[in-house]
C-alpha cells in the first residue's frame, strides 16, 4: 500500500500559543506554524508589542490572536493558557519561548535577577504546564515545545541561572513526557545555540569586530545561527510527524 506524507507537517485544525513570539525565535515560529495552517495565539509582553507578528501572519494569509502578559508575575502562566483559549479555543499545541537571561557571574546574580529569571523560565512553565495539559490529554491529542538552550546541555558561568532554569525545563518536559505519552500528548525541548536576535544585539553593535571573532569560534560552522532556521524543527515538533518522539531534546547549535 502506498504512503503520503506530504501532510504529516500540517497543522490545519490545530491552535498554537507561542509565549514570547513578538520578536525573535518566537515570532519566526509563530509564523512558521500559521504558515502551515495552526491558528496561532500571538503573545507578548505589551498589547503593542504582538502587533507586527500579527500584521506579518494576516498578510500571509494566516489565522492568529493576540494576547500579552508578564510571565514574571504569580499565576501569569495559568492566566495566559485561559486567556489564550479564550480568544482561541482549545491548545492543541504550546511552544514555551519567553524567557528571561540575565548575564552575570553568579557573586553578581542580585535577589531580583535571580527571582525573575526563575519566575519566568520555570514558576510560569510549570503555570502553563498545569493549565493545558489536562485538556490536551482528554482529547487525546497535544504537542508541548520548550524552547531550551545549549546552556541546558554546555552551561557557562555568565549565565549560570539561566542556564540552571533551562536544565529544569527539560527536567520538567523529561518528567512529564513519561506521564502524559500513553495520552496522545508529547514534550519535547527545542535547544538552540547562539542565535542573531536583538537579545545579543548590543554586544554585536558595541564590538562588530570582537562579535565576529567570538561567534567565528564557538562552533563548527563559525556563525551564529538565524531565527529561521529554528522554524523547520518546531513544525517538526508541533505536528503529526513527531508522533514517535518525546522527553527528547533536539540542539540546533551549528555543531558545538
Not at 494576547?67 to 493558557?81: C, K, N, P, T
Not at 489536562?134 to 524552547?147: C, F, K, L, N
Not at 527545542?190 to 565576529?212: F, K, M, Q
Amino acid at each position: 500500500m502506498a504512503h503520503s506524507y506530504g501532510g504529516i507537517f500540517r497543522l490545519d485544525g490545530r491552535t498554537a500559543l507561542v509565549t514570547g513570539s513578538s520578536r525573535g525565535i518566537g515570532a519566526a515560529v509563530a509564523r512558521g506554524l500559521a504558515e502551515f495552517g495552526a491558528k496561532v495565539v500571538v503573545h507578548g509582553q505589551t498589547p503593542d508589542s504582538t502587533r507586527v507578528t500579527t500584521e506579518a501572519i494576516v498578510e500571509a494569509s494566516g489565522s492568529c490572536v493576540a494576547v500579552h502578559g508578564d510571565l514574571a508575575a504569580a499565576g501569569a502562566g495559568r492566566d495566559l493558557v485561559r486567556r489564550a483559549e479564550d480568544e482561541a479555543g482549545p491548545l492543541d499545541i504550546l511552544v514555551i519561548n519567553a524567557s528571561a537571561q540575565i548575564n552575570g557571574t553568579l557573586d553578581t546574580v542580585t535577589d531580583e535577577d535571580f527571582e525573575t529569571q526563575v519566575n519566568v523560565n520555570l514558576r510560569s512553565t510549570v503555570e502553563m504546564l498545569q493549565a493545558s495539559l489536562p485538556g490536551m490529554a482528554e482529547r487525546g491529542w497535544g504537542r508541548v515545545v520548550s524552547i531550551g538552550s545549549i546552556n541546558q546541555l554546555r552551561p557557562k558561568g555568565i549565565v549560570s541561572i539561566y542556564a540552571a532554569t533551562k536544565a529544569a525545563q527539560h527536567n520538567l518536559v523529561q518528567s512529564l513526557a513519561r506521564d502524559y505519552a500513553p495520552k496522545g500528548v508529547l514534550l519535547n525541548t527545542l535547544a538552540p545555540g547562539l542565535i542573531d536576535t536583538d537579545r545579543n544585539a548590543g554586544r554585536r553593535d558595541a564590538d562588530p569586530e570582537a562579535w565576529a571573532a567570538y561567534v567565528r569560534q564557538l562552533n563548527w560552522m563559525g556563525r551564529a545561527g538565524h531565527v529561521d532556521e529554528m522554524v523547520g524543527a518546531a513544525i517538526f515538533l508541533a505536528s503529526e510527524a513527531c508522533s514517535f518522539m518525546t522527553g527528547e531534546a533536539i540542539f540546533l547549535s551549528g555543531g558545538y
